[in-house]
Protein backbone atom coordinates (compact mmCIF):
# COMPACT_ATOMS: atom_id res chain seq x y z
CA UNK A 1 0.00 0.00 0.00
CA UNK A 2 0.99 3.30 -0.98
CA UNK A 3 1.29 5.81 1.77
CA UNK A 4 -1.21 9.13 0.90
CA UNK A 5 -0.02 12.22 -0.44
CA UNK A 6 -2.03 14.57 1.22
CA UNK A 7 -0.29 17.34 -0.78
CA UNK A 8 -0.90 16.05 -3.99
CA UNK A 9 -4.76 15.54 -2.58
CA UNK A 10 -5.26 18.88 -2.11
CA UNK A 11 -3.96 20.11 -5.58
CA UNK A 12 -6.04 17.59 -7.09
CA UNK A 13 -9.20 19.65 -4.51
CA UNK A 14 -9.78 16.05 -3.17
CA UNK A 15 -9.84 15.12 0.48
CA UNK A 16 -10.27 17.39 3.77
CA UNK A 17 -10.95 21.08 2.96
CA UNK A 18 -10.50 23.20 6.23
CA UNK A 19 -12.02 24.75 7.92
CA UNK A 20 -15.42 22.86 7.88
CA UNK A 21 -17.68 20.11 9.23
CA UNK A 22 -16.78 16.57 10.24
CA UNK A 23 -18.50 13.54 10.84
CA UNK A 24 -16.65 11.08 13.59
CA UNK A 25 -17.63 7.70 15.18
CA UNK A 26 -17.13 6.50 18.27
CA UNK A 27 -17.69 2.65 19.36
CA UNK A 28 -17.68 1.34 22.72
CA UNK A 29 -19.04 -0.14 25.99
CA UNK A 30 -22.88 0.29 25.94
CA UNK A 31 -22.60 0.99 30.11
CA UNK A 32 -20.75 4.00 29.62
CA UNK A 33 -23.15 6.84 28.78
CA UNK A 34 -21.47 7.35 25.73
CA UNK A 35 -24.05 9.65 23.63
CA UNK A 36 -23.47 12.35 26.15
CA UNK A 37 -19.84 11.60 26.83
CA UNK A 38 -18.50 11.70 23.39
CA UNK A 39 -19.45 15.27 22.59
CA UNK A 40 -18.18 16.27 25.70
CA UNK A 41 -15.08 14.65 25.15
CA UNK A 42 -15.08 16.69 21.81
CA UNK A 43 -15.53 19.89 23.99
CA UNK A 44 -12.52 19.78 25.84
CA UNK A 45 -10.37 19.73 22.94
CA UNK A 46 -11.99 23.23 22.16
CA UNK A 47 -14.20 21.69 18.89
CA UNK A 48 -17.31 23.03 17.96
CA UNK A 49 -20.02 19.89 18.19
CA UNK A 50 -23.05 20.33 16.71
CA UNK A 51 -25.43 18.59 19.25
CA UNK A 52 -28.30 17.96 16.85
CA UNK A 53 -26.49 15.67 14.81
CA UNK A 54 -25.81 13.22 17.51
CA UNK A 55 -27.31 9.73 17.08
CA UNK A 56 -25.98 6.74 18.76
CA UNK A 57 -26.84 2.91 17.53
CA UNK A 58 -26.59 -0.20 20.08
CA UNK A 59 -25.00 -3.64 18.71
CA UNK A 60 -27.12 -6.83 18.04
CA UNK A 61 -26.31 -7.73 21.62
CA UNK A 62 -26.44 -4.92 23.21
CA UNK A 63 -22.85 -4.77 24.58
CA UNK A 64 -21.38 -2.16 22.34
CA UNK A 65 -22.87 1.19 20.98
CA UNK A 66 -21.82 3.57 18.13
CA UNK A 67 -21.92 7.53 18.26
CA UNK A 68 -21.59 9.29 15.63
CA UNK A 69 -21.66 13.46 15.41
CA UNK A 70 -20.60 15.80 13.22
CA UNK A 71 -18.55 19.15 14.41
CA UNK A 72 -16.24 22.12 13.41
CA UNK A 73 -12.90 22.56 13.11
CA UNK A 74 -10.23 25.02 11.26
CA UNK A 75 -7.29 22.34 10.54
CA UNK A 76 -6.01 19.16 10.45
CA UNK A 77 -4.33 19.58 13.99
CA UNK A 78 -7.64 20.11 15.17
CA UNK A 79 -9.39 16.93 13.65
CA UNK A 80 -6.76 14.51 14.88
CA UNK A 81 -7.30 15.92 18.33
CA UNK A 82 -10.67 14.67 17.59
CA UNK A 83 -9.67 11.10 17.46
CA UNK A 84 -6.84 11.45 19.74
CA UNK A 85 -9.36 13.01 22.61
CA UNK A 86 -11.72 9.63 21.52
CA UNK A 87 -9.21 6.95 21.67
CA UNK A 88 -7.93 7.95 24.69
CA UNK A 89 -10.68 7.72 26.75
CA UNK A 90 -11.16 4.01 27.72
CA UNK A 91 -14.53 3.43 27.49
CA UNK A 92 -14.26 4.18 23.48
CA UNK A 93 -12.91 1.08 21.51
CA UNK A 94 -12.46 2.81 17.97
CA UNK A 95 -13.22 5.81 16.01
CA UNK A 96 -13.64 6.06 12.16
Not at 46 to 62: D, F, K
Amino acid sequence: MQPIDFDQAKRDGKGFQFPGEFEITAVGNASANLPSHVPQLLERVGLQVLHETVRHRHSGAGNFVSVTVSFRCDNREQYDAAHHALRADPDVRYTM
